[in-house]
């Protein structure tokens, strides 16, 4: 059953409120907005978002068989300090003392050069020499999947899915991008049906892999 039609809503910008822009990675835009329904003009309301540079990002489901048959797929762990420093009174499950390290599919942000249908293939490719180590032709990589919203009340980023066939034997030493949060990553090739239970189980917790993976699965 089809869903009913989305309603076209436009947003009008009253003030722009926003601090000062000050050296980091991210910026806080502030604004008062209005939103015109057809003739409808709502009352204005503030609303808080966040920009950067880089907005969109890769996500990239690097995959091979086995002698069997069997597919296998590569994770990464990686470092995310908003989890870690979830604040404890704010936290209604206990966590695990590993918070704030996940297992993940290689990603990464889509660079202002790389931002059409070649480009994003491009993102994919470099992202893939510097999380797992493989150099691959742009060309290989297929799409997985329309991109999502991970966090559209915050952030208008989107993920792009990415597959791409890898020789295991071919992977070389990340290069990785110098960052401290990249240094000590372990990289593991696990079966697809293991990584899809280790899903169902809560060991690997980040959501654009389970999306990725889960697409994977189902071609």
Request: glycine fraction near 6%.
């Amino acid at each position: 059953m089809a869903l009913p039609p989305l309603p076209h809503i436009e947003f009008e910008e009253v003030d722009d409120l926003s601090p000062p822009a000050e050296p980091g990675f991210l910026r806080l835009r502030r604004q008062r907005l209005r939103l015109r329904r057809g003739d409808e003009l709502s009352e204005p309301f503030l609303y808080d978002r966040v920009e950067r540079k880089a907005l969109d990002a890769v996500v990239v489901a690097a995959h091979y068989r086995d002698a069997v048959g069997q597919r296998w797929v590569y994770l990464r762990s990686a470092v995310r300090p908003p989890a870690a420093l979830r604040p404890e009174a704010l936290r209604p499950l206990e966590e695990a003392p590993t918070l704030g390290v996940l297992w993940e599919l290689p990603a990464g942000l889509v660079e202002p050069d790389e931002c059409s249908k070649e480009g994003l293939k491009r993102c994919a490719a470099r992202e893939l020499v510097e999380e797992l180590g493989f150099s691959i032709d742009p060309a290989q990589f297929e799409g997985l999947g329309p991109a999502t919203f991970p966090s559209c009340g915050v952030i208008g980023e989107r993920h792009h899915f990415f597959a791409v066939e890898v020789e295991p034997t071919r992977r070389g030493t990340p290069s990785e991008d110098g960052s401290v949060l990249e240094q000590d990553a372990r990289v593991a090739a696990v079966t697809l049906d293991d990584a899809l239970a280790q899903l169902d189980a809560g060991v690997i917790e980040d959501g654009k892999t389970e999306i990725a993976l889960r697409r994977l699965a189902s071609r």
